[in-house]
């Protein structure tokens, strides 16, 4: 990987694609620590550290935002409106004709589809801004909330939230047109990498507490009351532990990245004319983790709900959804169990969208090609079907395992500092460094560049 970027380094015009997208990376982290008006920082501080958790809407928030939502800054919103918008289009090409009509138009019908994701976009972020600033001013967070001066410190802070999002997106849009990578992908991999320093310093923080509490009860310390734990020297072990096993979930995701499972394919010979067509034999390539990190956001986002619903309510909120959040805690049995399930689930929604057997059984049967020992029609659709079955099933339990480890690994160890970088985290991280490298390779491919792969 070095040594692609290194080689891509040294053609000037790809050169000048990663020096545009460093440079909007550093835009977005100069976003990322601008605060917003009207709030109290100190409090701000104060009130974020005991409520931004791993499992709740905010602390999901926070971990695609890169730790600017906590800090209540410009970027604070991060892309989740736009992933948001993005998903409401997919599922709405589904079931809306006009808009499954638009993604098969080519190159018009996608700049439309985007068109309409960007004003989605503003809306969802509108709309999740004014539910932050419910939420801070509940929370006493937020200065001057009464009359006129309440009205335009909440018109100012929804602004602000939602033209850092708008700008987000700007930001990943030119990257696509200039830069390299993904744009979005790569604000979402900047972001979490700028809170690795948190990570190593969370790590020291536990070693510093082995070295000066080696017989204190290590839950006292990482949960703030007594509990039935471990000495807090077991931290000699269990800290190389976790920077092992996260570098073996690293190699697990690169190594299953490009996996797939090849369909077969055969094609008549037919002649037209005096020249014979066909003959030749392809495949379907199915890939094991081809919904990538979707279903784990799907997941996500729904049982993050009762959480976020409980924050902006505050004490009004009614007694069924206290009761659902306070079961749907990360320290418990439960919620990993829930997420677990979800993951599988969205992983077949997201299969349903993605690959339809019966449309292309008949785009088999109408370009004469079949599949070896499989009649044409509704054996094929039915075969297609079933390998997509199994593929989809093993990829959801591996992105399942992933998602829930950390959780795993916090309850057994009491480390519930580490959990922010979870498996959303590392998939996004991993997924994003090959995509990029991937994209170097073949520019450079086209650009005859010889010895990349040397």
């Known amino acids: 990987m070095l040594k ?11 050169r000048k694609k990663l020096i545009f997208t460093i440079f909007i990376v550093i835009i977005f982290r100069i976003g990322s620590i601008i605060p917003v008006p009207f709030l109290d920082v100190e409090a701000l501080k104060s009130f974020m550290d005991s409520r931004v958790t791993e499992g709740s809407f905010f602390g999901f928030v926070n971990m695609l935002s890169g730790g600017a939502f906590s800090h209540g800054t410009l970027f604070a919103l991060s892309i989740q409106p736009y992933i948001n918008s993005s998903i409401i289009m997919q599922l709405m090409a589904v079931v ?29 972020g509108v709309m999740q801004a004014f539910m932050f600033y419910i939420w801070l001013r509940n929370s006493r967070v937020t200065m001057y909330n009464a009359g006129f001066s309440g009205i335009f410190s909440a018109v100012v802070i929804v602004a602000t939230l939602t033209a850092g999002t708008a700008l987000i997106m700007w930001l990943g849009e030119q990257i696509n047109d200039k830069g390299m990578g993904n744009g979005i992908s790569i604000l979402l991999f900047a972001g979490i990498v700028a809170r690795m320093p948190t990570l190593i310093a969370t790590l020291w923080g536990y070693i510093d507490s082995a070295i000066k509490y080696p017989n204190v009860n290590s839950a006292i310390l ?9 000495e807090c020297w077991y931290f000699y072990i269990f800290v190389p532990v976790f920077v092992v096993t996260l570098l073996v979930l690293m190699w697990l995701i690169t190594y299953t990245n490009d996996a797939e499972r090849r369909i077969p394919i055969q094609y008549a010979k037919r002649v037209v004319g005096r020249k014979m067509y066909g003959g030749q034999s392809t495949h379907i390539p199915i890939k094991l983790s081809g919904s990538g990190v979707m279903p784990i956001i799907f997941a996500q986002s729904i049982l993050s709900l009762p959480s976020a619903v409980k924050a902006v309510m505050d004490k009004n909120a009614p007694e069924w959804i206290n009761s659902i959040n306070d079961a749907l805690k990360v320290t418990g049995w439960v919620y990993p169990t829930i997420y677990f399930v979800f993951i599988i689930f969205f992983a077949y929604f997201y299969l349903s969208i993605q690959y339809n057997p019966i449309e292309m059984a008949n785009n088999l049967r109408q370009s004469s090609g079949t599949i070896p020992g499989i009649r044409p029609g509704k054996p094929t659709s039915d075969y297609i079907a079933k390998v997509l079955s199994k593929i989809t099933l093993m990829g959801a339990i591996f992105l399942g395992f992933v998602a829930i480890e950390p959780f795993i690994f916090s309850d057994l160890t009491y480390m519930y500092n580490t959990t922010f970088l979870g498996g959303t985290s590392v998939i996004i991280m991993v997924g994003v460094a090959l995509e990029t490298v991937k994209q170097m390779e073949s520019q450079m491919m086209m650009r005859h560049y010889k010895g990349f792969l040397d």
């Open 4 to 14: 692609t970027i290194y080689n891509a380094w040294k053609v000037p015009e790809l």
């Open 96 to 124: 809306i004709p006009s808009l499954e009509k638009l993604q098969k138009e080519g190159e018009e019908g996608r700049k439309k589809i985007t068109a309409i994701t960007r004003v989605l976009t503003v809306v969802i």
């Open 222 to 230: 990482t949960l703030g009351q007594s509990a039935n734990g471990r």
